[in-house]
């Protein structure tokens, strides 16, 4: 490789035509032989004189020049020559490069388009471009939306609880929308109101695609219906956005499912790998009765590992959302783990003109004080979700605070570097709070019946989301550690897990630790990346859905995996692939006031997108999928 010109002047090689030759004056007077002899000779020793200053000076000046600019370099590089980041042509860069320049930390795939159904992608594009076509999509997200199938944390068992009476009705809605789909692939209700469409592919050996959303909703809070702009169920399109609550969440991935399906059968599309949709129907109410059906019935129809790729909502929205003209989608790899502890403390009740020294209230305030003044500790680890969607953001967000991108850099393999981000992200970007560490937050407190009366049994549980980095168990460790002096302070005994840890006084009072609801769910594992595995066709299908959009201007698209905070229907799908993606093909500026709040709305062209995207990730599956 040629050497690149750091800027200097190139010098002229010693000894040519210039150096050789000596400037004499010209004489104008006679001189004898000899005195023009002397008189050369001293020009020329004086010239020779001069010629080896100035060559010594040369040498001198480029060898400071040459260490001045290592040292800026080193300066600027890890400790470990090995640790820099190679940039296209060898030179070492920090950031932020282009974001069609090859990455080592945050390698970017390739736009996938099909090229086997090129004509049928193409004439879909233009399909998905009708007016007409539009508002009738439009019409049926709208009539979704007008079923209020919400689902509430206290239902009971299907059958037995008639506030699932309201997905039957939605289920008539859907058939008679999409009498297409639900004739032409095999359709399995389980527990019920559980969805599985089994569209069957003609190569038996390729290993089905799942596609998953849920049916059900948040409930409205019946105090926040009037200061909705329109009414939350009522599905309205006022010409730029379509209201009510599960436009965002998540009624329009599937029904923009359903649209995708329907626009393929109508073109005469058959499929040579199999496709599978999963619709549950009480995600927000942890899924037991849905996706936690769902998962055993298709873990026997397909077998252990017998999914290629799951795709399900979650995910950030894609954006320009580090300023520039670089979009930057987000999929997520892996969730956070889950888990509620409840602390139960039983203490003498009485009279409360005769209290004791501290109630069971006040022992529970103790408690509770104690656990958040010790909030769980940050980590920042190498090849987590966390880490990998800060070194894309180092990599190629053209705004991004300089500090951070050179201490991403040096992270790779400073261990000290490592630590200082940590530190950063949390200082400059408040999110990294939850992101980092396992969160820890006390959303329910029971305790007393009557204001005269000692409380004699009072509880609270604290609901925690697991980072990627602890386990259950862990927790469960860490928990005990923090309620054991204040037990020891007050003299009580503990049971922490169903395992006695302390022995206390029986009249001062006892504390239970428990899983409260018996939902404890590690953090998952993670999606791989690599060259051949199914994440790349997913990857590429944003990338060239997004480039191929109309109105793309964007220089181009990072896509930049990251951690899922919440929990989806996915925690019950493990078992049937490792290839599990959480994400919404959605704009972040097209979502009118996100989700699980009042004024929830999605921008209708823009949603109009995600059926563009589903309708490319089957296609793209047919024939780049391993």
């Not at 750091?6 to 010098?11: A, N, T």
């Not at 010594?56 to 260490?67: D, H, K, N, P, Q």
């Not at 042509?89 to 090859?102: A, M, R, S």
């Not at 709040?597 to 059926?611: F, L, M, Q, Y």
């Amino acid at each position: 490789m040629a050497s690149k010109n750091l800027g200097f002047p190139k010098e002229k090689p010693l000894g040519g035509e210039h150096a050789s030759q000596t400037i004499l004056p010209v004489s104008t007077s006679l001189y004898d032989n000899e005195s023009h002899a002397r008189f050369q000779d001293t020009n020329w020793r004086r010239s020779k004189l001069f010629q080896r200053i100035l060559y010594t000076l040369t040498i001198a000046c480029s060898v400071y020049g040459i260490l001045h600019i290592l040292h800026a370099h080193s300066a600027h590089a890890p400790f470990s020559s090995e640790a820099q980041r190679p940039g296209p042509t060898g030179v070492n860069n920090i950031g932020p490069l282009p974001p069609d320049e090859h990455s080592d930390v945050c390698p970017q795939p390739q736009a996938l388009y099909p090229s086997k159904h090129r004509a049928l992608a193409e004439a879909l594009d233009e399909l998905y471009a009708e007016e007409t076509y539009r508002l009738e999509a439009y019409e049926a997200l709208g009539g979704a939306i007008r079923i209020p199938t919400e689902s509430y944390d206290d239902l009971g068992p299907v059958g037995e609880d008639k506030r699932w009476d309201v997905f039957a009705k939605f289920h008539e809605y859907l058939e008679k929308t999409y009498p297409r789909v639900f004739t032409t692939l095999n359709v399995t209700k389980v527990n019920t109101y559980g969805i599985v469409l089994h569209w069957q592919g003609s190569d038996k050996s390729a290993l089905p695609v799942l596609l998953a959303a849920h049916q059900d909703v948040v409930p409205v809070e019946p105090a926040t219906a009037s200061d909705w702009v329109h009414p939350p169920y009522s599905g309205f399109y006022d010409g730029e956005w379509i209201w009510g609550r599960g436009s965002c969440d998540d009624k329009s991935d599937l029904i923009a499912g359903l649209q995708t399906i329907d626009a393929l059968l109508e073109r005469g599309f058959e499929p040579t790998r199999t496709f599978v949709w999963a619709y549950g129907f009480d995600e927000e109410a942890s899924g037991r009765q849905g996706a936690g059906h769902l998962g055993p019935y298709l873990e026997q129809t397909y077998g252990r590992d017998g999914i290629a790729l799951i795709i399900d909502e979650g995910g950030g929205a894609y954006g320009a959302q580090y300023g520039g003209d670089v979009i930057f989608a987000v999929p997520s790899l892996s969730e956070k783990g889950y888990l509620d502890i409840r602390i139960e403390i039983s203490a003498q009740g009485g009279h409360s003109s005769v209290p004791p020294k501290h109630t069971a209230i006040g022992l529970l305030s103790s408690v509770i004080v104690a656990l958040e003044s010790e909030p769980h500790a940050p980590a920042l680890v190498r090849g987590g979700g966390p880490y990998n969607a800060t070194q894309c953001a180092a990599t190629y967000a053209p705004e991004y605070p300089e500090r951070l991108r050179k201490l991403a850099h040096d992270a790779v393999e400073d261990d000290d570097a490592l630590a200082q981000l940590r530190d950063a992200l949390l200082e400059e970007f408040p999110r990294f709070e939850a992101i980092l560490r396992t969160t820890q937050a006390v959303d329910l407190v029971q305790g007393g019946v009557k204001v005269n009366a000692l409380p004699e049994k009072v509880s609270a549980v604290v609901n925690h989301r697991i980072a990627e980095h602890s386990s259950v168990s862990e927790l469960k460790q860490q928990f005990a550690d923090v309620v054991l002096p204040v037990a020891s302070r007050y003299n009580l005994s503990v049971e922490a897990f169903g395992t006695n840890v302390s022995a206390g006084v029986p009249s001062a009072g006892r504390i239970v630790l428990s899983d409260a609801f018996g939902t404890g769910l590690e953090p998952s594992p993670v999606t791989p990346q690599g060259k051949g595995d199914s994440y790349q066709v997913l990857a590429g299908t944003i990338k060239s859905t997004l480039e191929s959009s109309i109105g793309y201007a964007a220089s181009g698209v990072v896509v930049a995996p990251l951690l899922q905070l919440g929990n989806t229907d996915t925690r019950y799908y493990w078992n049937l692939t490792k290839n599990i993606v959480r994400y919404k093909h959605l704009r972040d500026v097209d979502r009118h006031n996100g989700a699980h709040t009042i004024n929830e709305a999605v921008r209708a062209k823009g949603w109009i997108e995600s059926i563009r995207f589903m309708t490319k990730l089957i296609l793209n599956s047919e024939e780049h999928l391993q």
